[in-house]
C-alpha cells in the first residue's frame, strides 16, 4: 500500500509533539501517579496537540512501563477489537481502576478512592505472613528477593516504613544467621542489614574452610593458585625479574677477565681479595709547589723539642720552651751564646 508523504509527515510531527510534552509513565502500581491521573494527563495532551483518534491508543500504550506494559501485551491488546480511546480508557480502568461500589441500577454507585490502595496493603500482608528464607538458600539471593518482593509494596504511609522493613528482613533469615545480626533502629538502614547479614555468611564459610585444613592438616603453603607444590610465575607484570645467581670465581681469575675482556659482569664475586690492596699515588701537576712543601718546616709547639739548625759544629742544643719563651739550656757545653728567642703566643 502506497503511503502519502505528507500523511507521514504529519504523523511525524505529531509524535514529536506527544513527546515534547513529557506525557506521564504508568507502571501498574500507582505508588508514582494514579491510573485516573493518569488517564487525564493523556487526555490533556491529546486535545492541547490535537492528536488524532486513530493515533491516541498507540502513543498512549508507549506510555506504559513495567507491569502495566507486560500486562498490555499479554491481554489487553487482545481486549480490544476497535482501537479507540474510549474503548482503552474502559479496559484500562477496569484493570487498575477502583472498584465500583453498588449496583449499575443504584443511585448510589460510586467509586472508592481508597480501593486501590487497601488492595496494595492487602498484597503486602500477604507476603509479610509467609516471609522466611527457603531451606539451603543464599543471604545473597536472600536479600535480592527481599529488595524485589518487599520494598515495593512496603506502604509508606505507615508509621517508620523503614523500620518495619528491618524487623521482616531480620525475622526471615534463620536463627543461626539472626543471632549474629544487629536489632533493627531508626538510625539503621535496610543496606546496613543486609550488609551484616551477607558478612554472617561469609564468617562461616571461611570458619568451615579453617575447620577443613585444620582437621585434614592441609599446609598453608598447599593451599595456593597454582596448586599444591606448584611453582608459579609472577602474578602481576610489574613484578621484579629475578636476579642472575653469583657465580664465585678466583680473584686471579676475576683480574685477567678484567684486562682482557674489559670490566667484569655483575655477576662475578671475588672470592679472595688481595690481603694488601696496592696503593694508588697521583701525581702532582705543580713540581714547584712540592718543592716549597719540602722547605717548609713544621711550626712548633707547646712542650716540643726543638734543634738549632745554626749550629753546625757542636752537638744540637736543646731548647726548651717554657711559658711562650725560647731558653738555651744552660748545661749544653758549646760555644754559642746563649739566645733567647722570644715567641708572641
Keep these: 500500500m502506497d503511503m502519502d508523504p505528507a500523511r507521514i509527515n504529519a504523523d511525524c510531527a ?35 496537540c490535537h492528536i488524532e483518534d486513530r493515533l491516541q491508543v498507540s502513543l498512549a500504550s508507549r506510555c506504559l512501563i513495567a507491569d502495566a506494559r507486560l500486562w498490555w501485551m499479554t491481554y489487553g491488546e487482545q481486549q480490544m ?43 503486602y500482608q500477604s507476603f509479610v505472613a509467609d516471609w522466611h528464607a527457603y531451606p ?27 523500620l518495619q522493613a528491618l524487623v521482616i528482613l531480620r ?29 554472617v555468611e561469609v564468617t562461616a564459610h571461611m570458619a568451615q574452610a579453617d575447620a577443613f585444613m585444620n582437621e585434614h592438616q592441609v599446609p598453608i603453603d598447599d593451599v595456593g593458585i597454582g596448586g599444591p607444590q606448584h611453582e608459579v610465575g609472577p602474578m602481576f607484570p610489574e613484578d621484579p625479574i629475578p636476579a642472575m645467581p653469583v657465580q664465585e670465581i678466583p680473584a686471579q681469575e676475576a683480574e685477567d677477565q678484567m684486562d682482557a675482556e674489559g670490566p667484569a ?3 662475578i664475586a671475588l672470592v679472595d681479595p688481595p690481603e694488601d690492596p696496592p696503593v694508588i699515588i697521583i701525581p702532582s701537576d705543580d713540581e714547584d709547589d712540592e718543592d ?14 726543638v734543634e738549632d739548625i745554626d749550629d753546625a759544629e757542636g ?8 711559658d711562650g719563651d725560647w731558653d738555651v739550656d744552660s748545661d749544653a757545653e758549646s760555644d754559642v751564646s746563649m739566645i733567647t728567642l722570644e715567641v708572641i703566643i
Design 14 to 48: 505529531t509524535v514529536a509533539a506527544f513527546y515534547g510534552s513529557r506525557p506521564l509513565l504508568y507502571d501498574g502500581t500507582g505508588r508514582s501517579v494514579t491510573v485516573s491521573a493518569w488517564l487525564y494527563d493523556m487526555e490533556m495532551i491529546f486535545y492541547t
Design 81 to 123: 477489537p476497535s482501537r479507540t480511546w474510549a474503548h482503552f480508557r474502559a479496559v484500562v480502568l477496569a484493570r487498575y481502576g477502583p472498584i465500583p461500589m453498588g449496583g449499575p441500577d443504584d443511585d448510589g454507585q460510586y467509586r472508592d478512592p481508597e480501593i486501590y490502595r487497601d488492595m496494595h496493603y492487602r498484597r
Design 136 to 162: 539451603q538458600e543464599s543471604t545473597g539471593h536472600y536479600c535480592c528477593r527481599f529488595q524485589e518482593v518487599i520494598l515495593p509494596y512496603t506502604p509508606q504511609d505507615m508509621p517508620h516504613p523503614q
Design 171 to 199: 525475622n526471615g533469615v534463620p536463627p543461626r544467621i539472626r543471632r549474629f545480626v544487629k536489632e533493627p533502629t531508626i538510625e539503621r538502614t535496610v543496606g546496613d542489614m543486609m550488609d551484616d547479614i551477607l558478612q
Design 265 to 267: 659482569d655483575d655477576s
Design 292 to 305: 716549597e712543601e719540602d722547605d717548609m718546616e713544621p711550626e712548633a709547639e707547646q712542650g716540643d723539642w
Design 315 to 322: 752537638d744540637p742544643e736543646e731548647i726548651l720552651f717554657h
